[in-house]
């Protein structure tokens, strides 16, 4: 069974740019989360979809960051304009239905943003 | 908000030795309790999971009980390997939703 794909593996970028990440859910996988881990830290949800719809994107910095899985697969996260502290490794997970106790999420490879 | 405390890292240890990391969280009621596994240069991949109180996860001779009275999940493993060298998340979710709340991680250096 393939897993959770992400890219690009990295990008490098200035301040004030923009960026986008791209992520491919386990098929069949309703669910899908994009996660920002920052040097030295756990991973913090930014955004959790279920199908297309947004179930929880009360921690996503909304002025800056954008996302969406227009057709209920895959996923695309913005940012526009980056800012150093953006500077993390951004983790898409998928489950397969979300809400069930014990419902586990599989992690992609996740794409290393630096912003110089 | 919910916290997970882990022990601070790294950790080394040498080869066959035994291993525990401690966790500790803060979410009431029943929360599910993780945990996962980053080798280097690789993605998070779960090692165990527990649903419920006095439940034992398991799987490559990796071992956590959720302890509900001292709000716990410690990983301990009878004798690492070299392998074993990775950094190591703590994680829960409330029986209310899906958001896995991680600990900051404690890497494990294991030498032979």
């Known amino acids: 069974e393939a897993g959770v794909a992400q890219s690009p593996r990295y990008k490098i970028i200035e301040k004030r740019q923009s960026v986008a990440f791209w992520c491919n859910p386990i098929s069949g996988h309703a669910t899908l989360y994009w996660y920002q881990q920052i040097l030295g830290q756990g991973p913090k949800l930014l955004i959790q979809?279920?199908?297309?719809?947004?179930?929880?994107d009360s921690q996503l910095p909304k002025d800056r960051f954008s996302a969406e899985r227009l057709k209920g697969v895959d996923s695309t996260l913005k940012i526009q304009p980056a800012k150093l502290e953006d500077s993390a490794v951004y983790l898409c997970?998928?489950?397969?239905?979300?809400?069930?106790?014990?419902?586990?999420?599989?992690f992609g490879p996740g794409t290393r943003l630096t912003v110089l | 908000g919910d916290s997970v405390t882990q022990m601070e890292g790294p950790v080394t240890l040498s080869e066959e030795a035994f291993l525990t990391i401690n966790c500790t969280y803060t979410?009431?009621?029943?929360?599910?309790l993780f945990w996962y596994v980053q080798y280097p240069g690789e993605g998070l991949q779960l090692l165990l999971k527990?649903?419920?109180?006095?439940d034992k996860g398991s799987n490559k001779g990796f071992e956590a009980t959720y302890r509900k009275e001292t709000t716990s999940f410690h990983l301990e493993k009878g004798s690492v390997q070299v392998s074993d060298s990775a950094v190591y998340f703590c994680?829960?979710?409330?029986?209310?939703?899906?958001?896995?709340?991680f600990g900051t991680g404690t890497r494990l250096a294991v030498r032979p």
């Open positions: 527990a649903t419920k109180a006095d």
């Open positions: 979410a009431t009621g029943y929360p599910s």
């Open positions: 997970a998928s489950s397969l239905q979300g809400g069930l106790r014990g419902d586990t999420q599989y």
């Open positions: 979809f279920q199908n297309n719809g947004v179930v929880d």
């Open positions: 994680a829960e979710k409330k029986s209310s939703g899906d958001k896995l709340t």
